[in-house]
């Protein structure tokens, strides 16, 4: 069977705060949208992706398409925006998945998708365990028995050609799809939800998401030196930027002392060797190469062991060539290379005072900090 996700983006979410609607506000390294979108993504279950977003945030979609996924533009209300985005799925089975639940653990996906398999709707709930108040005006008016009763979650997943049939004869507000399903006959089985699967509502939500993330995540941190001599050549290349200069750098390859130890801060946080390694001087296929290939390699192998590059901190240590005037080139080539937001690249330069080799001219240091998040 194959199983569309589609995860609904198209809300403002005014009650969580923020100068940005709640999906794109940062959440543990990542916006909140890049961690919902990753929990499916990692699922072995979901084939496809489909995000709906608010017409304002279209911009955004280029981005999302780059990594595969399918985007459509929102409606007016969320059975609006569901109606448009079960258009765009494809297969037979659809989790239909709110953004701002950032923390929805695979086993939780697990249960929805096992209980399709003798269903035609299947939604994640936890039983209510509180007490329950009717209220009016600060006061109880009321109690409410609490058996049988329980919090919906999502993903609420259904066969797809039965909960498109279910949107389209369904008219007026809906708390939710299995509101919209049971109103078409389609039953729908509860499966076990999770306390850590929240939907971020308020700015405390933000928070606690974070502590849940951040408790399962596989941070590592690498670090990189690299130093090349000044030699023969008219430019040299910094961070795959090539600069002017009266002199070039010696190395086997291009020289380029920020990839270099770029990338081997990549390595060194996945604890994978250094570029000797992976490309070793001894090889004379590397003769001349560019550098951006050993970035390239660095950046891929994370990404095919499951880690997310979230920063690069690259300190170019040289009395000269003045860096300054060239870093905006530079992260952009950084990010460029390594496939994520400049704003996640920084590339500064120092000098050593006039100290050492650095300090005399005869060579260019530098140090490089790179951070790899697993969810």
């Known amino acids: 069977m194959t199983v569309t996700a589609l995860i609904v983006a198209a809300g403002r979410g005014t009650r969580a705060g923020g100068a940005l609607p709640k999906q794109w506000q940062p959440l543990a390294g990542r916006r909140v949208i890049d961690h919902t979108i990753e929990a499916f993504a990692r699922?072995?279950?979901v084939g496809a992706i489909v995000v709906v977003l608010h017409a304002q945030d279209m911009a955004e979609a280029p981005a999302l398409?780059?990594?595969?996924?399918?985007?459509?533009?929102?409606g007016a209300e969320r059975s609006d925006s569901v109606r448009a985005g079960l258009a765009a799925c494809t297969g037979t089975r659809v989790l239909i998945h709110d953004a701002a639940r950032c923390c929805v653990q695979a086993v939780v996906i697990d249960g929805v998708l096992s209980a399709l398999d003798?269903?035609?709707g299947a939604a994640p709930g936890l039983p209510v365990t509180d007490a329950l108040w009717h209220g009016a005006q600060g006061a109880v008016t009321g109690t409410q028995a609490r058996d049988g009763l329980f919090a919906a979650q999502t993903p609420q997943g259904f066969d797809l050609v039965a909960?498109?049939?279910a949107h389209d004869a369904y008219t007026g507000p809906a708390a939710d799809d299995v509101a919209?399903?049971?109103?078409?006959g389609i039953d729908v089985a509860i499966t076990p939800g999770s306390a850590d699967n929240l939907k971020i509502t308020g700015p405390d939500d933000f928070a606690r998401a974070a502590r849940i993330l951040e408790s399962t995540m596989d941070i590592r941190t690498g670090n990189g030196f690299d130093v090349h001599a000044f030699g023969p050549g008219d430019r040299v290349m910094l961070c795959g930027v090539a600069i002017p200069h009266d002199r070039g750098l010696k190395g086997h390859s291009d020289a380029d002392v920020g990839l270099h130890t770029i990338?081997?801060?990549?390595?060194?946080?996945?604890?994978?060797?250094?570029?000797?390694?992976?490309?070793?001087?001894?090889?004379?296929q590397w003769k001349g190469a560019e550098s951006h290939i050993f970035l390239t390699h660095a950046a891929e192998m994370a990404r095919d062991q499951g880690y997310t590059l979230t920063h690069v901190?690259?300190?170019l240590i040289c009395e000269a060539p003045k860096v300054g005037p060239h870093a905006a080139a530079m992260r952009a080539e950084v990010a460029r290379i390594s496939g994520i937001e400049i704003e996640r690249v920084s590339v500064k330069a120092t000098?050593?005072?006039r100290l050492g080799f650095t300090g005399r001219g005869e060579g260019i240091a530098c140090m490089a900090t790179a951070t790899l998040v697993k969810p």
């Open 43 to 45: 699922h072995p279950g």
């Open 65 to 74: 398409e780059a990594r595969g996924i399918t985007v459509v533009a929102g």
């Open 180 to 184: 919209v399903a049971r109103a078409y």
């Open 351 to 353: 000098t050593s005072e």
């Open 313 to 315: 901190d690259c300190t």
């Open 163 to 165: 909960i498109r049939a």
């Open 263 to 284: 990338t081997d801060a990549i390595y060194g946080a996945l604890c994978a060797g250094d570029i000797g390694t992976h490309f070793p001087p001894s090889d004379p």
């Open 118 to 120: 003798t269903h035609a």
